[in-house]
């Protein structure tokens, strides 16, 4: 996952690349009709220990991580979020 991410161009922080923060945590989801699921099955509460992944990236490369994160990333519905950093003047 990570690979992709820096492959795609994010974790550039000043002179250095490959930079994440990752903690471990239980994540939880219930697959609904028509989900095809990685893990678990339709119906179920799912339990899973799972990464929260941190990275940085410039705004330009947004649609092409993203990418990059849907294509290696094993779930059907990858939960992610996209945060924009305000500017230091």
């Known amino acids: 996952m990570l690979d992709a991410l820096f492959g795609a161009g994010a974790g550039a922080i000043g002179d250095y690349r490959e930079c994440a923060f990752v903690s471990s945590g239980m994540g939880q989801f219930r697959?609904?009709?028509?989900?095809?699921?990685?893990?678990?099955?339709?119906?179920?509460?799912?339990?899973?220990?799972e990464d929260r992944v941190e990275v940085t990236l410039p705004r330009r490369l947004r649609s092409s991580v993203v990418a990059a994160l849907r294509a290696a990333h094993p779930y059907e519905e990858p939960a992610f979020h996209v945060v924009e950093h305000a500017s230091v003047s």
Do not use: I, K, M, N
């Open 31 to 49: 697959p609904l009709g028509g989900a095809s699921p990685a893990v678990g099955s339709v119906g179920e509460l799912t339990y899973v220990a």
